[in-house]
């Protein structure tokens, strides 16, 4: 299993500002994904972050809307960008057990609301 | 056609009987299948996957699967109160890509 730490935990932001989600991991791990739940959703994948690479991105996300960083295998983050109230979600970091391909393991969640 | 579907729910079931969660998936080439349960302001947990045809039991929980219906199935024996939350269908579509299903909203009635 991995042990994933997600901050902040929960933020209130104002309209047109910027978050950005940290995520560690506690053990290297090839591809990290960015999932959003929005309230009462199922969890939409974002992007997947590679390590020494672009991340890859989903259709309707994008880059300049939700840049993500990937410094080193065991941690990553994610930006949401000039935030709207439409942004207001849950934002959760996960990766996979290398053991289990399609097993993941999430962060504790980032539940973000925007004013 | 929704790559993972399932029924929102909610789904009610008396303490102590069978609840029965189904999905349907579009990709015929995915070949494997988890359902994640998650309480109301926690994060996903795994529970069961399968990857072969037909039955896999674990405890009170058993998998079913049907990939030449594209149907996949939970069922919770002797149902408990600690088993009402959100049931989430995963499949991996398109290569590495895990998609959920919207979650059945599973509610025990004590």
């Known amino acids: 299993s991995a042990v994933i730490s997600q901050k902040p935990s929960r933020d209130i932001c104002q309209r047109g500002t910027s978050l950005t989600i940290q995520c560690q991991v506690d053990s290297q791990v090839t591809m990290m994904f960015w999932y959003r739940q929005q309230p009462g959703q199922s969890l939409t994948l974002i992007a997947t972050a590679n390590q020494g690479s672009e991340a890859t991105y989903e259709s309707g996300f994008v880059i300049d809307k939700f840049p993500i960083s990937r410094p080193n295998l065991t941690f990553s983050t994610l930006t949401v960008s000039n935030m709207s109230p439409e942004d207001s979600s849950i934002y959760l970091c996960s990766v996979e057990d290398p053991g289990v391909p399609g097993e993941l393991f999430f962060g504790e969640g980032s539940r973000l609301t925007v004013l | 056609q929704k790559e993972v579907e399932q029924n929102s729910g909610p789904l009610s079931v008396p303490e102590g009987a069978i609840a029965s969660l189904n999905c349907t998936y579009s990709?015929?080439?995915?070949?494997?299948f988890f359902w994640y349960r998650q309480y109301s302001g926690k994060s996903p947990e795994l529970i069961m996957f399968?990857?072969?045809?037909g039955d896999k039991e674990d405890g009170r929980f058993t998998a079913q699967l049907n990939k030449a219906s594209q149907y996949v199935s939970l069922l919770i024996r002797d149902s408990q109160p600690s088993d009402s939350a959100t049931y989430l269908c995963?499949?991996?579509?398109?290569?590495?890509?895990?998609?959920f299903g919207k979650g059945t909203r599973l509610h025990i009635l004590p």
């Open positions: 399968i990857y072969s045809n």
């Open positions: 990709d015929r080439g995915s070949q494997s």
């Open positions: 995963a499949v991996p579509c398109r290569g590495d890509k895990i998609i």
